[in-house]
């Protein structure tokens, strides 16, 4: 199975700042990675699907780049609705892998 | 507006087996997959496994392989995941997801999930 990372695991920031969340892969996933925001008690949301296409909807201040195995989602302002948990899918391989997950909080 | 609605908690005892359902709506049901994915509390996702709702062809992770079944209904629009032979680590919130198709630069179709269900929670305990 595909094992993925993410880093930080946590991170405090404050309205305005710039986020960098890393993920990665144990192995090439060419650009088979998608990035999701999950808010306490809700469900997943789509934000960035094939490693840099966003999701229709989704503000533009929320970016992915990256292939292979090193993939990043950046948020250029950070907003207040944007203090949640972020995480990583790879769909290279079945079985489909998560990251575990890098909480924004409010610093 | 695509929607994926689940159904109720369930308090299940070691031994037995849940069946949780996903309705969808919104969307044409046969041109998309599902994925069920579940949450164990204050752990990450895990992903269980594939159905074509197009044709009911299935793919199931091999942690699970063997205690589950998925299925659909196309008359209802509904898919299905049974998990038998419950045991106190399959604790979680389980989660419908619908599967996008895109295709990348060598034509190759891939996916992602686009929707999610609101996630059923699922204990299992004596």
């Known amino acids: 199975d595909i094992q993925m990372t993410q880093s930080p695991s946590s991170l405090s920031a404050s309205v305005g700042d710039r986020v960098t969340i890393t993920c990665r892969a144990s192995q090439t996933i060419r650009s088979y990675l998608h990035w999701y925001q999950q808010k306490p008690g809700k469900a997943p949301k789509l934000l960035i699907y094939a490693a840099s296409t966003l999701q229709s909807g989704v503000p533009s201040r929320f970016s992915g780049s990256g292939s292979g195995t090193d993939f990043t989602l950046t948020i250029s302002s950070l907003q207040p609705e944007d203090f949640a948990t972020y995480f990583c899918l790879q769909s290279s391989t079945t079985p489909f892998t998560f990251g575990p997950g890098t909480k924004v909080d409010i610093k | 507006q695509v929607q994926l609605v689940q159904s109720g908690a369930e308090v299940k005892k070691p031994g037995a087996s849940v069946k949780v359902s996903c309705r969808a709506s919104g969307y044409s049901f046969t041109s998309y997959a599902f994925s069920w994915v579940r949450q164990a509390p204050g752990q990450g996702f895990e992903w269980m496994g594939w159905i074509s709702g197009y044709n009911g062809n299935t793919k199931y992770a091999q942690k699970v392989q063997g205690r589950v079944t998925m299925t659909t209904d196309t008359s209802t629009n509904t898919a299905y995941m049974e998990l038998r032979s419950l045991r106190p680590d399959d604790t979680a919130v389980y989660y419908c997801?619908?599967?996008?198709?895109?295709?990348?630069?060598?034509?190759?179709?891939?996916?992602?999930?686009?929707?999610w269900g609101q996630g059923t929670l699922v204990t299992v305990s004596s």
């Open positions: 997801v619908r599967e996008e198709g895109y295709y990348d630069t060598s034509s190759n179709l891939q996916y992602y999930f686009d929707y």
